[in-house]
Nanobody
Framework: QVQLVESGGGLVQAGGSLRLSCAAS????????LAWYRQAPGNQRELVAT???????NYPDSVKGRFTISRDYAKKTVYLQMNSLKPEDTAVYYC??????????WGHGTQVTVSS
């Protein structure tokens, strides 16, 4: 069974940084793409970063220039580096991977809270 386990969330002041990690139970090169999403209370889950098997990345304007997605195949881990955090970045962050079969796998999420 494929498992994705996020870690690295926590409480940080506005302007600070966090790095989230998502460890997979299988080789992550099987996923295309890998992505990070977030969901704040009362809001829909939104996409914050994607990376394809070819290394192409994409971000919405709300996080562009502040967030960076990366991956380490040897560690079977995908990362989300978050800089210049804002209170509106407060949410539960989830990693996501789409397998070759089309199945989308989700982690259980990690809470990020940014205080003003």
């Amino acid at each position: 069974q494929v498992q994705l386990v996020e870690s690295g969330g926590g409480l940080v002041q506005a302007g600070g940084s966090l790095r989230l990690s998502c460890a997979a139970s299988i080789n992550i090169f099987t996923f295309n793409p890998l992505a990070w999403y977030r969901q704040a209370p009362g809001n829909q889950r939104e996409l914050v970063a994607t990376i394809t098997s070819g290394g192409l990345t994409n971000y919405p304007d709300s996080v562009k220039g502040r967030f960076t997605i990366s991956r380490d195949y040897a560690k079977k881990t995908v990362y989300l580096q978050m800089n210049s955090l804002k209170p509106e970045d407060t949410a539960v962050y989830y990693c996501n991977g789409k397998s070759a079969s089309g199945t989308v796998h989700w982690g259980h999420g990690t809470q990020v809270t940014v205080s003003s």
